[in-house]
Antibody, heavy 122, light 107 residues
Framework: EVQLVESGGGVVRPGGSLRLSCAAS????????MTWVRQVPGKGLEWVAA????????SYADSVKGRFTISRDNAKTSLFLQMNSLRAEDTAFYHC???????????????WGQGTLVTVSS | EIVLTQSPATLSLSPGERATLSCRAS??????LAWYQQKPGQAPRLLIY???KRATGIPARFSGSGSGTDFTLTISSLEPEDFAVYHC?????????FGQGTKMEIK
């Protein structure tokens, strides 16, 4: 069974940092690009960042560029999101998702993990 | 960035009825639109990709249509488990963007 499980969320003060992880299983991880999408509770979805199969060509939403870094460890079948200089508006569930192919760009994402909640509050 | 507008925001229907959900793009996205279903506390589930292709394991009562700027998700006969939030996603133009969602509730 293809599975993605996020971890690392929590409560952090504005200006703080968190590192999210996504453990992948049930498929050949290094065949696929990967993506992070966030969702404010009860609201819509926002694409955050994506990376290709080899860890090259990362891409970021303007809202997080310069603050967030996406990376992966294919040997450990894991995806990461390093989040620095966090703001209140970064509060959301963060989902990892598998791209349709090996590249950074993807026309859809499937499957998704259930998400980990990040709360930025003083 | 392409804006996707979903309508209606909320759709109140009964089991057995037909549901028609709309997603309109602010510019031409060819056929590169996907639909997702999301239930409370769960991850979004891919239903349709490339406007009309059903994802693996998705029942035949779900169908997608459209191209260019206007897209439709149709559920031919609602089952109780279909009451959820539905999102559309465009993958034609980077960055990918989502609609604001349509909540389907039991009437």
């Amino acid at each position: 069974e293809v599975q993605l499980v996020e971890s690392g969320g929590g409560v952090v003060r504005p200006g703080g940092s968190l590192r999210l992880s996504c453990a992948a299983s049930g498929f050949t991880f290094d065949y696929y690009g990967m993506t992070w999408v966030r969702q404010v509770p009860g609201k819509g979805l926002e694409w955050v960042a994506a990376i290709d199969w080899n860890g090259d060509s990362p891409s970021y939403a303007d809202s997080v560029k310069g603050r967030f870094t996406i990376s992966r460890d294919n040997a450990k079948t894991s995806l990461f999101l390093q989040m620095n200089s966090l703001r209140a508006e970064d509060t959301a569930f963060y989902h990892c998702a598998r791209n349709a192919g090996s590249g950074t760009h993807s026309r859809w994402f499937d499957p998704w993990g259930q998400g980990t909640l990040v709360t930025v509050s003083s | 960035e392409i804006v996707l507008t979903q309508s209606p925001a909320t759709l109140s229907l009964s089991p057995g009825e037909r549901a028609t959900l709309s997603c309109r793009a602010s510019q031409n996205i060819n056929i590169f639109l996907a639909w997702y279903q999301q239930k409370p506390g769960q991850a979004p589930r891919l239903l349709i990709y490339d406007a009309s292709k059903r994802a693996t394991g998705i029942p035949a009562r779900f169908s997608g249509s459209g191209s260019g700027t206007d897209f439709t998700l149709t559920i031919s006969s609602l089952e109780p488990e279909d009451f959820a939030v539905y999102h559309c996603l465009q993958g034609d133009n980077w960055p990918p963007t989502f609609g604001q969602g349509t909540k389907m509730e039991i009437k």
